[in-house]
Nanobody, 115 residues
């Protein structure tokens, strides 16, 4: 029933910035948490950041101080602001949302950081 659609990925130089968006087809208030994961070629999908319904945020250590997750309940959208990007940030970034029933995933958006 719920669809998550990511956008905002692209090609950026090292040190640059991108803002990813995740638009949900339902109220994001229905999720206990929403977040971002990423997957590079040949590697498993890894946690990047999430935000709970109470507003608590969590970040993977390598992105702390560079990435910021936020939400706009009126727009049913979650954002990931990525600053000071590094080549090692290159990956497909996936939005996810968790309810007590299940976990939902978006289709992913490619982020490529050149050196």
């Amino acid at each position: 029933q719920v669809q998550l659609v990511e956008s905002g990925g692209g090609l950026v130089q090292s040190g640059g910035s991108l803002r990813l968006s995740c638009a949900a087809s339902a109220s994001i208030s229905s999720f206990s948490a929403m977040g971002w994961y990423r997957q590079a070629p040949g590697k498993q999908r890894e946690f990047v950041a999430d935000i709970t319904s109470a507003g608590t945020t969590n970040y993977e250590d390598s992105v702390k101080g560079r990435f910021t997750i936020s939400r706009d309940n009126a727009k049913n959208t979650v954002y990931l602001q990525m600053n000071s990007l590094k080549p090692e940030d290159t990956a497909v970034y996936y939005c996810n949302g968790r309810t007590f029933l299940r976990i939902y995933w978006g289709q992913g958006t490619q982020v490529t950081v050149s050196s």
